[in-house]
């Protein structure tokens, strides 16, 4: 298999800041030996993430075995799992915020045995329904765990706890059409209404008003000179 170089779009920082994190772990696995360097790990682990590259290809690309791709990105994501703040410790965060966003993403997995409960309706696809917050500037604040891609979004966010935390918390939110009848807290678009006299009632009930001649200059009729 043929192997080249690739972009992640990810700055730097990020990098350093996860090479920081396995480092550290490191230090505490004594007598264990390492096939990459921290660096090339953390590397390894955000092309996995951010660029979706299977294990075979990040096996190739860094030169190490497949098993040992796989095991450098789970033992990589339990060490994030575990700094990851619950829904209660947001919740005291969001507090603060004016408003925040509630939304829902569906991440694409393989299809598996069971299919039906991860299949998703609405996107056509098998996956993963994750509900996330954000906060007035669209970044990430909170990514809840996932649920089978069958799952509604406003049930899912019942069962991890958003709604509660944000209704709780009397925190705004803004959410689609999904999440109607969330809370009171919980802003969502409001439908259309269905009477159409009553959505123009204004041309009804409001007589029209026709501008003369003499008011509307460009509705008089233009004299062709000789």
Known sequence: MLSYPAAIALSTHTLTQLSTLIRRRRRDSTGRWWRLTAGHQALLVLAYL?????????AVGF?????????????????LAARAENI????HRIGALAWVLLDGTLVPIDRVA?????YSGRHRRHGMNVQVLADPFGRLMWAAPPLPG????????????VIEAVTSQNIQAWADKAYQGAG????????????RSARIGHSTTTPSVTATPEQNPSSQPHSTPL
Do not use: E, K
């Not at 030169?63 to 060490?79: K, N």
């Not at 069971?114 to 991860?118: A, D, E, S, T």
């Open 184 to 195: 009171s807290t919980v802003r969502t678009p409001t439908a259309a209404c269905c009477d």
């Open 50 to 58: 951010r660029n979706g590259d299977t294990y075979a290809r990040l």
């Open 88 to 91: 209660d410790q947001v919740s």
């Open 63 to 79: 030169g190490v075995a497949i098993s040992t791709a796989w095991r450098y990105v789970h033992d990589t994501l339990s060490l």
């Open 150 to 161: 069958s799952t509604h979004d406003l049930t899912a966010a019942r069962r991890t706890g």
């Open 114 to 118: 069971g299919q039906r409960r991860f």
